[in-house]
């Protein structure tokens, strides 16, 4: 039995408990890599070496003894914490995202619009070869949300040399809706677009992607749909939703955050939208009900009088099924790193589809404990943690792509 009344407690007992607890904290926030061992990404980029090579060689903040731990910050431990602050953050200005973009808008073949947000400005020298990233945000974001200024700002500096292209959806982040079409989590056919546009512009820029949550899922399954034909050399998905009824069924869940963060955060934006575009979409093939869409609460039902409808899906379940991208894991041959918490409260931590990680050698998964979903918020004052990973991450993929060049050019 405990005695509650011991009058004692050793100090140097205590400061060794307290070491040891230490210890095992900063255990469980290292970053776990789930990946195969063996096997060549892209002979092209990496010299026959598996992706896990590469980062073991070049990504510290991934894979040192060290370096490669993300403890949150410590009044947001937690994953509901973490979404929570990341959505509350999304507008603020800071030193991590202060920065100006230079817009292009693109006139699609079906007359749909999106918007790229340049980071730093483009320039119209089509030989200019410093790599591009083509960043893809989540659902009814945009390229103003905090976290995308920070990896466009983190990514653009001077120093780092890459330029960022942020592609705004149609209809979102004040692009104008041109056509009946929506954007989906299943459609890969704007990005394929947005990534053959760059690269006949910049034909001799290496390209890489980044997305985040929708616009990851939209990533992996472009990636997977391309196979070895990706043009793309490298490719990071955040907070990848790699299993969509699971996450659709994780949305509609009955909790709190759900019913005062996300539901009504989701759901407002989708009827403003609508709203905001009414004189296009009452046009729509789609016949929408838009009196049930004014009425709708929950994504479900949006997903279901909306997305399903204008795809030709029986309701969000079958839209949810078709977008998933774990099937198309499989194919991928791009170097790509997928980052996702144990703790996220929407692409839950049982729909990574880790074995798919293990089997093929493209591919690898860091795996945190803490991050929620879009916040990995690190340090006193919050920081997020990712955009040293990702900057080594391409940083790797570029060193080998261009020793790759060299040979081929000294042969």
């Known amino acids: 039995m405990f005695d509650y009344g011991a009058p004692y407690s050793d100090p140097a007992f205590s400061g060794i408990s307290l070491l040891g607890s230490m210890r095992k904290y900063g255990n469980r926030c290292r970053v776990q890599i789930v990946s195969a061992a063996l096997g060549p990404p892209r002979a092209d980029s990496t010299q026959g070496e598996s992706i896990r090579t590469l980062l073991e060689a070049d990504c510290p903040s991934l894979t040192d003894a060290k370096q490669a731990c993300m403890k949150p910050t410590p009044f947001l431990r937690g994953g509901m914490l973490q979404s929570l602050y990341s959505t509350m953050r999304a507008l603020k200005r800071d030193k991590y995202s202060d920065i100006s973009y230079d817009r292009e808008t693109k006139i699609l073949s079906d007359g749909g619009t999106v918007s790229l947000d340049w980071y730093p400005a483009r320039t119209s020298d089509s030989a200019d070869a410093r790599p591009i990233a083509i960043v893809m945000s989540g659902v009814g974001g945009s390229s103003y949300e905090y976290h995308i200024r920070c990896l466009s700002k983190s990514l653009g500096k001077e120093s780092a040399g890459y330029r960022v292209a942020v592609m705004n959806h ?83 869940a009955d909790t709190f955050l759900n019913n005062k963060l996300f539901q009504p955060h989701l759901v407002a934006t989708i009827k403003r939208f609508f709203q905001r575009n009414s004189e296009i979409l009452q046009n729509s093939p789609a016949n929408y009900d838009w009196d049930a869409i004014m009425k709708a609460t929950r994504m479900s039902q949006i997903d279901t009088l909306v997305t399903a409808r204008d795809y030709g899906q029986r309701d969000c379940w079958e839209h949810y099924r078709v977008a998933s991208s774990t099937p198309y894991v499989d194919g991928i041959r791009t170097p790509y790193l997928a980052i996702n918490s144990m703790d996220d409260p929407v692409t839950r931590y049982e729909g990574i589809p880790q074995a798919k990680f293990r089997s093929n050698p493209c591919i690898a998964l860091a795996l945190l404990r803490h991050g929620g979903h879009l916040g990995f918020f690190c340090g006193l004052k919050p920081k997020i943690w990712y955009l040293t990973p990702v900057t080594e991450f391409f940083d790797a993929v570029m060193k080998r792509k261009l020793n790759a060049s060299k040979l081929a050019v000294s042969l």
């Open 170 to 252: 149609r209809g979102m982040g004040r692009t104008p809706l041109t056509s009946p079409k929506i954007y989906s989590a299943s459609d890969t056919c704007d990005f394929r677009d947005i990534v053959n546009y760059i690269q006949a512009s910049y034909p001799n820029a290496p390209l890489l992607g980044v997305g985040f949550s929708l616009g990851a899922n939209v990533l992996t399954k472009y990636l997977g749909e391309q196979g070895a034909e990706s043009p793309l050399s490298a490719a990071v998905a955040i907070c990848c939703p790699f299993d969509m009824s699971l996450t659709g069924r994780s949305l509609d």
